[in-house]
């Protein structure tokens, strides 16, 4: 990473102007979060509804830096030989078959068991050596020689087990490996490390206390508006301003699945895609698919379109 690139996190305005810059629209929180967190060097913990930009915020900001983003995606029942390493069985089992072939050789001027036994015990550490090891991506992010950003993503997927092995490497940057040791990152290049969560469950105390904490929720009317502008630049003013008071009070309806952003972003699209000047209740009912994820959300909606659209046309 470049002193340049280092620049563009110099302060929290800088974060926000080039944030937007690359088209992530953030508040002043959310730019002093990651502040705080590339200063201080300490691990980020995002947390809210999915959809609100906790995933892109990582992204945008190894582009920023220029890094590389190294994602876990989390799910239950992820272990070490997903997330951090795997020995190559493959190649262990090839050099047991070389081993045995050349078993004369290795025990040649050995006398007695306990000479053949040393012998032996020092192909057993090169058996167990980085050569044979496969890098996972906790593993990819300590090895990293340019640093990089490392993404934990959705971490409340995981289990509670899996928590305790974030732990190590959440505050000492460092991996311990049984066979080979202590594995740490670059003192000058350590990750960037973003973990997010949905709230699908509580996230342990060790955990939280290792991270700085940043909760992103929906966004009010003029950040979305914003965000929409942003990403869909073609959008006419009126139709965005239409389109971003129905989702708002859609959000306010007693919904399975409310919509986030990037559903917001999906429907301003696929309005454009259809020619779209102005929300009428019909074009509504026919593109609610896009913005609910469950039918019954949908029955509800459908029940209060007309009186959604009328809000939308006279606010916007």
């Known amino acids: 990473m470049t002193l340049k690139n280092a620049d563009r996190l110099s302060s929290v305005e800088a974060i926000k102007e080039n944030f937007e810059s690359r088209n992530y629209i953030c508040n002043t929180q959310i730019a002093t979060a990651v502040f705080l967190a590339y200063h201080l060097e300490k691990p980020i913990l995002i947390e809210g509804p999915p959809g609100v930009g906790k995933t892109e915020l990582a992204k945008t900001c190894a582009e920023l830096l220029e890094l590389e983003c190294v994602r876990l995606q989390c799910y239950e029942g992820l272990d070490e030989s997903k997330a951090i390493y795997e020995w190559k069985y493959g190649k262990q089992l090839l050099y047991t078959q070389v081993l045995k072939e050349t078993l004369g050789e290795i025990l040649d001027g050995a006398t007695g068991l306990h000479e053949s036994v040393v012998k032996l015990h020092e192909f057993g550490d090169v058996f167990f050596s980085e050569d044979f090891l496969e890098p996972r991506p906790l593993l990819?992010?300590?090895?990293?020689?340019?640093?990089?950003?490392?993404?934990?993503?959705?971490?409340?997927?995981?289990?509670?087990?899996?928590?305790?092995?974030?732990?190590?490497?959440?505050?000492?940057?460092?991996?311990?490996?049984?066979?080979?040791?202590?594995?740490?990152?670059?003192?000058?290049?350590?990750?960037?490390?973003?973990?997010?969560?949905?709230?699908?469950?509580?996230?342990?105390?060790?955990l939280k206390r290792r991270c700085l904490h940043l909760y992103i929720p929906f966004p009010d009317a003029s950040l979305e508006r914003q965000i929409v502008q942003a990403r869909v630049p073609e959008i006419t003013e009126s139709l965005r301003d239409q389109l971003v008071t129905f989702i708002q009070e859609l959000r306010d309806m007693d919904l399975k699945k409310v919509p986030a952003i990037s559903e917001t972003i999906d429907w301003a699209r696929t309005l454009i895609l259809l020619h779209t000047e102005s929300l009428d209740a019909e074009l509504v009912k026919q593109t609610l698919n896009v913005i609910l994820k469950f039918q019954e959300d949908i029955e509800t909606a459908e029940a209060d379109v007309q009186n959604l659209t009328n809000k939308a046309l006279k606010q916007a």
């Open 140 to 206: 990819k992010a300590l090895h990293h020689d340019e640093g990089c950003v490392l993404l934990i993503d959705e971490v409340d997927k995981s289990d509670h087990e899996f928590e305790s092995l974030l732990l190590e490497m959440l505050s000492d940057f460092q991996l311990s490996i049984p066979e080979i040791g202590t594995v740490k990152a670059n003192p000058n290049k350590k990750p960037l490390v973003f973990l997010t969560s949905n709230n699908t469950r509580e996230i342990s105390d060790a």
